[in-house]
C-alpha cells in the first residue's frame, strides 16, 4: 500500500476516534444528568454522524451498532 493511501486510512481512523471518543463523554455527561442544551446538541450531532454514509465510509461500521456498544458500555453499565 502506498504512503499517499496509509495518510487517508490514519486520517479516517484518527476522525472516527475523536468522534467515538466525543461520544463517549457525552454519554458520561447526559449520564451524570448534565442538563446543559450544548451535551444534548452534540449528542445529536455525533449519533447523526455515526448514522452517516460518510461514517460507514471511513470505518466500515455499521453506525447503528456502534451507538448501541456505545450506549451499553458508557451510558446503561452493561
Given at each position: 500500500m502506498s504512503d499517499f493511501l496509509d495518510g487517508y486510512i490514519q486520517l479516517a481512523?484518527?476522525?472516527v476516534a475523536v468522534a467515538a471518543e466525543s461520544y463517549k463523554y457525552t454519554l458520561l455527561a447526559v449520564k451524570n444528568h448534565t442538563r446543559s442544551d450544548?451535551?444534548?446538541r452534540r449528542k445529536e450531532e455525533l449519533e447523526s454522524f455515526f448514522l452517516s454514509e460518510w461514517f460507514?465510509?471511513?470505518s466500515?461500521?455499521?453506525g447503528r451498532y456502534?451507538?448501541?456498544k456505545m450506549q451499553e458500555v458508557y451510558y446503561?453499565?452493561?
Open positions: 481512523h484518527a476522525i450544548s451535551v444534548f460507514g465510509l471511513l466500515g461500521l455499521d456502534f451507538i448501541q446503561f453499565d452493561r
